[in-house]
């Protein structure tokens, strides 16, 4: 079983930085990843389209085990989360930082087995942090994962605050880690964090983003490991 990608109307910059790490994919490998069975085919009609070709098995995305049997106990959760975080740890090894973790590319096997999936690929679509708050800016779904630290930075930098290398992947990394935090608070509450205060749209959100000191409450009746666990999680030393 196999799953075939498509991707289309991407800019010609996008495709080069995908292309450029063709070779970075195909030596990707990690049990709680979702790896990638070929190289990448390009589309001979359309220079804006190409292939990539993932194992498929019998993976169902986190979202649809929700949707069809409820939010997960703390045991469930407690398997799931370290799989997420050894598949990132070894992502972030590799320099590479996903940018848009959510229930539905987290996959879940049969054998309760967790592969994070679109690890590289939204992250070079979506782009530096400029590119990709313009582009939630403007979405109709509220992104309730985004964290504040990184709305902070974007209307507090100018074009001469360049973080240098280091300080940049720390930054990806903790914005990784709290949309993880983020994926436990939801599949434990069946609710997005932040979504109590019932925002209009992703304007009305990040300005609150820019203003707040606090980080999402913290579901009900949770274990005093799965609490210092989120507070780690959404309070990144950056």
């Known amino acids: 079983m196999m799953t075939i990608k498509e991707y289309i109307?991407?800019?010609?910059?996008?495709?080069?930085?995908?292309?450029?790490?063709?070779?970075?994919?195909?030596?990707?490998?990690?049990?709680?990843?979702?790896?990638?069975?070929?190289?990448?085919?390009?589309?001979s009609d359309n220079n804006s389209e190409f292939d990539i070709t993932f194992e498929s098995g019998n993976l169902d995305p986190l979202e649809n085990l929700i949707s069809k049997y409820g939010t997960l106990d703390e045991k469930i959760i407690q398997k799931y989360g370290k799989q997420i975080l050894l598949g990132l740890q070894y992502l972030h090894k590799n320099n590479i930082y996903h940018k848009n973790l959510n229930l539905k590319n987290?996959?879940?096997?049969?054998?309760?087995?967790?592969?994070?999936?679109d690890y590289l690929i939204d992250?070079?679509?979506?782009?530096?942090?400029k590119d990709i708050y313009n582009y939630y800016l403007n979405e109709t779904n509220i992104k309730y994962y985004i964290p504040p630290f990184f709305i902070k930075y974007i209307n507090n930098a100018n074009d001469s605050d360049i973080f240098d290398k280091n300080k940049m992947?720390?930054?990806?990394?903790?914005?990784d880690l709290w949309f993880v935090g983020c994926i436990l608070i939801e599949s434990i509450s069946g609710k997005k964090p932040w979504s109590h205060y019932k925002f209009k749209n992703n304007y009305e959100f990040f300005d609150f983003l820019?203003?707040?000191?606090?980080?999402?409450?913290?579901p009900q009746k949770i274990s005093l490991e799965f609490n210092e666990l989120l507070q780690t999680l959404l309070n990144p030393s950056i």
Do not use: C, R
């Not at 910059?13 to 292309?19: D, G, H, T, V």
């Not at 992250?123 to 942090?129: A, D, F, K, P, S």
């Open 106 to 117: 987290i996959l879940v096997d049969t054998d309760g087995t967790v592969k994070i999936e």
């Open 169 to 175: 992947n720390e930054f990806w990394q903790a914005y």
């Open 210 to 218: 820019n203003t707040t000191n606090k980080i999402p409450i913290f």
């Open 9 to 43: 109307n991407l800019s010609i910059e996008q495709k080069k930085l995908i292309i450029s790490h063709n070779m970075k994919l195909n030596k990707l490998h990690h049990p709680n990843i979702v790896n990638i069975l070929k190289k990448i085919s390009l589309s």
């Open 123 to 129: 992250g070079i679509i979506l782009g530096n942090e």
